[in-house]
């Protein structure tokens, strides 16, 4: 069964805008990753954030995660047209991976 | 170098016929992983199994069985194809740490059944 759940379903923005993706969860979690998927391609690993952190940058990448509502946010700033691409979250209960359906990212030029 | 690699990158197969999709890991990881993602982009688990256990969701129809030769293998195998397999199936794998096991994934077999 899916564990995150993404929001919104597609984002459409103008390169240099940023882009903000929210995914919710309904059980406790060990750690909450963000993987990117570009089109028929396998997914990549962006940043992991553990149930004790609150925030976390990597490059332009800023990841929240809010343990008490359920919920991490993926934040991209000044974004790109190779951006685009489809974002995940899966949430991590021991060693076991729950992926979010994603969210359809798209960055116009 | 390829960290996780899949073979075939696609695959199209009439309904009744056995198919295996191979996987190879280059990472030193300890754990391995099969996900099937259909055409709504859902990525549903499959299996994960490292050198102590196999871990088998249980959605999962016994028509499909992972075998590992070794450590670095994951292979797929899936008897009796039906038509709802056609999907997209990823290999993955990772360290068995509940602190840092980000995934790391192959490319895809697109698997189509006629």
């Known amino acids: 069964s899916q564990q995150g759940e993404e929001d919104p379903q597609a984002l459409s923005i103008q390169e240099g805008e940023n882009a903000t993706m929210n995914c919710s969860y309904k059980?406790?979690?060990?750690?909450l990753q963000w993987y990117r998927q570009n089109s028929g391609r396998g997914l990549v690993h962006l940043i992991l954030i553990r149930s004790n952190e609150r925030e976390k940058h990597s490059g332009r990448l800023r990841v929240t995660l809010d343990t008490s509502k359920k919920s991490s946010s993926l934040l991209i700033t000044a974004s790109r047209a190779a951006d685009t691409a489809s974002y995940f979250c899966a949430t991590a209960i021991n060693n076991d991976m729950r992926f979010g359906a994603g969210t359809r990212l798209t960055v116009k030029p | 170098d390829t960290a996780v690699s899949q073979t075939p990158k696609y695959l199209v197969t009439q309904m009744g016929n056995d198919k295996s999709i191979k996987c190879e890991q280059n990472l030193g990881h300890d754990t391995m992983y099969w996900y099937k993602q259909d055409s709504k982009k859902f990525l549903k688990i499959m299996f994960s199994?490292?050198?102590?256990?196999?871990?088998i969701n249980e959605t999962v129809p016994n028509r499909f069985s992972p075998k590992s030769p070794d450590k670095a293998h994951l292979n797929l195998h899936i008897n009796s194809l039906e038509l709802g397999d056609s999907a997209v199936y990823f290999c993955?794998?990772?360290?068995?740490?509940?602190?840092?096991?980000?995934?790391?994934f192959g490319p895809g077999t697109r698997l189509t059944v006629l």
């Open positions: 199994y490292n050198n102590k256990e196999l871990i």
């Open positions: 993955a794998s990772s360290h068995l740490s509940v602190s840092s096991n980000e995934q790391f």
């Open positions: 059980t406790s979690i060990n750690n």
